[in-house]
């Protein structure tokens, strides 16, 4: 029985790659923070009203912003409640279907990362892209919201 083996020196190396590798460390944290967003949405309820983070906006103005009603939105989404999410928020459903993409964005772009390293500048360059026009995408109405308040 074979209680320890020893690593060959290309498999050290490989650890030592993936663990120097700027790229993969930040997928990782991207990765865990559109996890914890998404445990956040179904941990608390919105028929409790439970959420710790309020709108500051709402808070100091006493008017909700384009943003308001994003995590009843959100938990609603995880709840399968989709009409009722639209009603929270409008933009949720669009804002929810970015991080669903980006967290495959993430995992799938580490995967390729790994498997194929003399791709990865290409492979970078393509997630960029890619990130950028789905950002684009589900947070353009925030984007012009923000440009007309100038």
């Not at 029985?1 to 190396?13: A, G, H, P, V």
């Not at 409640?81 to 580490?110: C, H, P, T």
Request: glycine share 6%; aromatic share 16%; hydrophobic share 45%.
């Amino acid at each position: 029985m074979i209680l320890y083996r020893r690593k060959s020196n290309t498999q050290k190396r490989s650890d030592v790659r993936f663990r120097n590798e700027p790229y993969h460390i930040i997928n990782i944290i991207f990765a865990g923070v559109i996890v914890i967003i998404f445990v956040y949405s179904g941990f608390f309820s919105p028929e409790k009203n439970n959420y710790p983070v309020v709108c500051i906006h709402e808070k100091l103005t006493g008017e909700p912003c384009l943003s308001c009603g994003l995590s009843h939105s959100f938990s609603l989404i995880l709840r399968g409640r989709l009409s009722e999410a639209y009603k929270w928020n409008q933009y949720g459903m669009r804002i929810f279907l970015f991080f669903v993409a980006q967290l495959i964005f993430r995992l799938d772009f580490l995967r390729l990362s790994i498997n194929s390293p003399a791709n990865r500048k290409q492979l970078i360059i393509y997630d960029s892209i890619a990130s950028g026009i789905v950002f684009i995408i589900a947070f353009w109405p925030f984007i012009t919201g923000i440009i007309q308040g100038f």
